[in-house]
């Protein structure tokens, strides 16, 4: 039988395909555990791999097995489809972590509701760290946010890939809901202005910072422009 593989990765033999799951924050129950080994036995996927934004890639399907691994999966399941968020990890913060100044799996969770059914110029990724360890990433990714004592700080246009970027400060000592709000108004500007498949990174090197500055961080009454970098 061979069934629709839309929403999964062909892999290297331009065979077999990949199928990811929706993980906010890296964070798993039991249930959603025992789930993926269930299918992972039933289909006899030959690899379950931890990705690097913190979910599980089922992988080595065969294209007849792959609508029904989405079907159970259900919200577990995440198809690749037009570019959006891909994924949002997060350190352990103060829920686990003795250095963490703030919560990083709830602002993780957050976000990830936030931004989960809206689609961009180019996929996005997200790292919450809990404190300037940065263990979330948050630097290196499309949208950091790094927690302090203070508050929240916001980096916008990292990326680790072959050309990788130090994101730029755009915001900080901020509170959870300013975050929101902030991520929401710069995702909003990138939506508006990025070419077709351009990453924040290279967007961010085109425009420069004085033009976000000017057209959108000037605006917005919680950042202390004279702190953005
Ligand atoms: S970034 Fe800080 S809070 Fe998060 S896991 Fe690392 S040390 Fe802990």
């Known amino acids: 039988m061979t069934g629709s593989t839309k929403g999964a990765l062909l892999q290297r033999d331009g065979k077999r395909y990949a199928v990811v799951t929706r993980m ?4 798993v129950t039991p249930d959603d555990l025992e789930k993926i080994a269930r299918i992972g036995r039933k289909y006899r996927v030959p690899m379950l791999k931890i990705t690097s934004g913190q979910r599980f890639a089922l992988i080595g399907l065969e294209p007849g097995d792959v609508a029904d691994v989405f079907q159970e999966l259900g919200p577990l399941a995440q198809p690749e ?9 997060a350190c352990l913060g103060t829920e686990m972590c003795r250095y963490g100044n703030q919560d990083s799996i709830g602002l993780a969770r957050a ?3 936030r931004f989960r059914d809206q689609t961009f110029p180019a996929k996005i990724k997200i790292g919450v760290s809990g404190c300037q360890r940065c263990c979330g990433e948050s630097q290196i990714r499309d949208l950091g946010i790094m927690g302090t004592n203070r508050g929240w700080t916001v980096f916008f246009g990292g990326n680790a890939g072959r050309k990788a970027r130090i994101g730029d400060i755009v915001a900080s000592d901020l509170t959870a809901a300013e975050v929101m709000d902030c991520a929401g108004r710069l995702l909003e500007y990138y939506q508006r202005n990025a070419h077709a498949k351009e990453r924040t990174a290279r967007f961010i090197e085109r425009i420069g910072m004085e033009t976000l500055k000017s057209e959108l961080l000037t605006l917005l009454p919680y950042i202390q422009i004279e702190k953005v970098s």
């Not at 906010?24 to 964070?27: N, R, T």
């Open 111 to 113: 976000l990830e509701e």
């Open 81 to 89: 489809s037009a570019p959006c968020v891909k994924f949002v990890q």
């Open 24 to 27: 906010p924050a890296g964070i």
